[in-house]
């Protein structure tokens, strides 16, 4: 059985992410900083939790430790723990955003790198955003031209530019960052916009189980590359 783990698993598209990886046999790592919350999360859906906060280097370092013991490798990794950061902008907000959506891909995959090379079929999946993409921010026919959120953005452009550089020095793991389609979340509520995170959920997990074959350092959505 494959072993995976996903970042701020507890709801919305990491949640339905284990549900659907769980239901193909996975033995799923719900990650989470809440244990309450990510304990149920797990449980409801026969997974098994871990405490994991992007932005803490302990807790990374536990939360990797503990399945390095009791499995012994990771086949697949996504990162999907995020914030959208709209607070405003000023330098402690920007220093919160980036911690989470950049900062905490590099605390998590640095950690995990040694379990993703014990595995056949390493698979790293970053949940991005075509938000973070130079070509989808420029075109006035495109929903990112006219949204306001610089922060999240910037970081996500981060994000992506880190899974294609850790796919060139990591040539044995595929990476790929995913725009995952605008859905319906917590983080979303207040657009009023979006599909459900179940389908969006669907586009992950089709990444997150590539074959030996498939593509690495990229941006995808459902139909494909995507330019950014």
Known sequence: MSVALV???NKGIGFETAKQLRELGHVVYVGARDVERGGKAAASIGARFVRLDVTDDASVAAALATIGADEGRLDVLVHNAGVLGDEGVDGPAALRVFDTNAVGIVRVTEAALPLLRKS???????VSSSAGSFWAVTNPDRPEFRLPLALYSASKAAATMLTVQYAKSQ?????????????????????GIGRSPQESAAVVVRLATLGADGPTGTLRDEAGELAW
């Open 120 to 126: 056949d079929n390493p698979n790293v999946v970053t």
């Open 7 to 9: 970042t701020g698993a």
């Open 171 to 191: 040539p044995g793991i595929r990476f790929n960052a995913l725009e995952p389609g605008t859905t319906a979340t917590d983080m979303t509520a207040a657009f």
